[in-house]
């Protein structure tokens, strides 16, 4: 099974600033396997980036997904204040899926 | 467009089996995606997969869950449905059920229910 440890569990920033989550894979994960979810208070999780860097329909373009190996990467480069909440990655292998355990987004 | 609903009953007894279905509307559940799923979330934590069943009738389930989970489609009523048996107050949780809708994003989810909530307690 492929573990995904995604850092900080908790992130405090400001709007307008950058903010970069970490997905760290157990194991080598194919690229087109790794998705972000974001998740408000009280709704289900919205799929924001899939195939480790293409945006879903009508996810704005601040959003972006990157990867270094077995290190995944999700970017917000201009904080707004709606994007103050949990993400989570998530990878496909061998018809077995696991979540990262999030991270929460908060306003300093 | 695809639409997915959970249903099933909010209170479960210890030992009990819990019963989940989900509806699809706007599609057929045998054409519409090429797995359907189901994931969990306890109060005020993460995103657990439970398990999914695909287009072939095959299905893959979390190896966390040991053999207590079973997951099925029913064509004629154009939904599909969890099964989880032997609960205990650690299968409390917020349940959904979600899909890939495209080729493209078939290994995650871009659909998903608004998820019910299920409380194991006597």
């Known amino acids: 099974e492929t573990v995904l440890t995604q850092s900080p569990g908790t992130l405090s920033l400001s709007p307008g600033d950058r903010a970069t989550l970490s997905c760290r894979a157990s194991?080598?994960?194919?690229?087109?396997?790794l998705a972000w979810y974001q998740q408000k208070p009280g709704q289900a999780p919205r799929l924001l980036i899939y195939a480790t860097s293409r945006r879903a329909t009508g996810v704005p373009d601040r959003f972006a997904g990157s990867r270094s190996e077995t290190d995944f990467t999700l970017t917000i480069s201009r904080l707004e204040p709606e994007d103050f909440v949990v993400y989570y990655c998530q990878q496909y292998d061998n018809s077995l899926i696991t979540f990262g355990q999030g991270t929460r987004l908060e306003i300093k | 467009q695809l639409r997915l609903q959970e249903s099933g009953p909010g209170l479960v007894k210890p030992s009990e089996t819990l019963s989940l279905t989900c509806t699809v509307s706007?599609?057929?559940?045998?054409?519409?995606?090429?797995?359907w799923g189901w994931i969990r979330q306890p109060p005020g934590k993460g995103l657990e997969w439970i398990g999914n069943i695909y287009y072939s009738g095959s299905t893959h389930y979390n190896p966390s869950l040991k053999g207590r989970v079973t997951i099925s489609v029913d064509t004629s009523k154009n939904h599909f449905s969890l099964k989880l048996t032997s609960v205990t107050a650690a299968d409390t949780a917020v349940y959904y059920c979600?899909?890939?809708?495209?080729?493209?994003?078939?290994?995650?989810?871009?659909?998903w229910g608004q998820g019910t909530m299920v409380t194991v307690s006597s």
């Open positions: 706007g599609g057929s559940i045998s054409t519409g995606s090429y797995y």
């Open positions: 194991q080598t994960v194919s690229g087109s396997n």
């Open positions: 979600a899909n890939p809708t495209g080729v493209a994003t078939v290994f995650a989810f871009d659909m």
